[in-house]
């Protein structure tokens, strides 16, 4: 990579939820994601039981931060998850909605042109209606 900052990486870990079931052995992921990650050379940030709305806002003002001394953007989402999305403590949030501003250059101007890895790893809950 070529840049002086590998970039920085935010993991999303979701482990209480107010209508779902607690996700253990999350806390464990966390460690060893914040521990490689480290490793790997990334500024780790880790927002815990985050609501649904407050994922979005914090992926939207990461976006556009500026990142142009960065190699690239990681982000980890640890949750429970419905088909097209995840759910925060507190709601449900479509995958675009997180990570939309991210492929648009007119917003996140100083990723333009490198990689934007989004991991996602999800307990899917089958939703009946």
């Known amino acids: 990579?070529?840049?002086p900052r590998r970039g920085h990486a935010?993991?999303?870990n979701?482990?209480?939820f107010a209508e779902h079931s607690l996700r253990d052995g999350t806390d464990t992921d966390v460690v060893n994601l914040q521990r490689t990650l480290g490793m790997l050379g990334f500024k780790v940030t880790v927002h815990k039981d985050l609501t649904a709305p407050e994922m979005e806002v914090k992926m939207k003002e990461?976006?556009?931060d500026d990142h142009s001394n960065a190699d690239c953007f990681f982000a980890v989402f640890l949750s429970h998850g419905a088909e097209g999305g995840i759910f925060g403590k507190i709601?449900?949030?479509r995958y675009d909605a997180l990570t939309g501003d991210f492929h648009r250059g007119d917003i996140c101007k100083t990723l333009v042109g490198k990689p934007?890895?989004?991991?996602?790893?999800?307990?899917?809950?089958l939703i009946c209606m």
Not at 117 to 125: D, G, K, P, S
Request: net charge positive.
């Open 14 to 16: 979701n482990y209480w």
């Open 91 to 93: 709601g449900f949030s």
């Open 10 to 12: 935010v993991i999303f």
């Open 116 to 125: 934007k890895i989004f991991i996602i790893q999800v307990h899917v809950l």
């Open 62 to 64: 990461l976006a556009r």
């Open 1 to 3: 990579m070529t840049y």
